[in-house]
Structures are given as C-alpha cells and as structure tokens.
C-alpha cells in the first residue's frame, strides 16, 4: 500500500488556499515543537461566516496536505461550525495519514483554533 493516499498527493502537489490574506480578522500562527514546523493560517470572517481562509506554511508535505484539506472544510462555514473542526475530520477527509504523520493535522487544526481566537479577541 502507499504511504500517502491519492488525496494526500493531490493536496500536497496542488494545495489549496495558500497564502496571505490582507485584511484578514482572524491570525493564527502555530508551531511544533518537535519537527519545529510552523503553520500561519489567515481567516476573513464577515456576518461569523467564515468567507475566506488562506494558510502558509513552513511544513513538510502532510502539513502542506492538512492545512489545505482544513481551508477547504472550513471555507464558507459559520464560525461555530470551523470551532468543532478536529484534526480527525481532516485526516479521514484526506483518506488517512501514516500513523507518525498524524501530528501534522494537528498543526492545522491548532493554526485554524488559534486563529478563530484572535477574531474572538479582536471583535
Ligand atoms: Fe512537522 Fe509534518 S513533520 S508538520
């Protein structure tokens, strides 16, 4: 079997949503302690819906596969609905992820969290 699922190479060779979102409400910059990647994650949030979402990151390849899996789940959702996102939802959502990859996800769901709690703190 692949290490990586078809999803997780689609995501990682085409990410979706990377970049920098100007006037962005909501900034949430993670790191990990261990592979000390870093995972910056930008949301537009108007009327609690969350209309655009953008990520950078100085990941490896499965973080690079999360985080744009994460934006796609989360773009266009209520902000209520972008709070219960688990790290779980993405990696099924991406067909898996090898067992020591999954910290990976973590990174994104953490960016994304971190992120909604900068909005919070700015309204
Ligand atoms: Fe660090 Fe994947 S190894 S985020």
């Given at each position: 079997?692949?290490?990586?699922?078809?999803?997780?190479?689609?995501?990682?060779?085409?990410?979706?949503?990377?970049?920098?979102?100007?006037?962005a409400n909501g900034i949430g910059e993670v790191?990990?302690?261990?592979?000390?990647?870093?995972?910056k994650m930008y949301l537009?949030i108007?009327?609690?819906?969350i209309?655009?979402v953008?990520f950078?990151?100085?990941?490896?390849?499965?973080?690079?596969?999360?985080?744009?899996?994460?934006?796609?789940?989360?773009?266009?959702?209520?902000?209520?609905?972008a709070?219960?996102?688990?790290?779980?939802?993405?990696?099924?959502?991406?067909?898996?992820?090898?067992?020591?990859?999954?910290?990976?996800?973590?990174?994104?769901?953490e960016a994304i969290e971190a992120a909604l709690e900068d909005y919070?703190?700015?309204?």
């Amino acid at each position: 079997m692949a290490l990586y699922s078809e999803k997780v190479m689609d995501h990682f060779r085409n990410p979706r949503n990377v970049g920098v979102i100007e006037d962005a409400n909501g900034i949430g910059e993670v790191g990990n302690a261990k592979c000390g990647d870093i995972m910056k994650m930008y949301l537009k949030i108007e009327d609690e819906i969350i209309t655009d979402v953008k990520f950078e990151t100085f990941g490896c390849g499965s973080a690079i596969a999360s985080s744009s899996m994460a934006t796609e789940l989360i773009k266009g959702k209520p902000v209520s609905e972008a709070r219960q996102l688990t790290n779980q939802a993405v990696v099924e959502a991406l067909d898996g992820l090898p067992a020591h990859k999954l910290h990976c996800s973590v990174l994104a769901q953490e960016a994304i969290e971190a992120a909604l709690e900068d909005y919070e703190k700015r309204k």
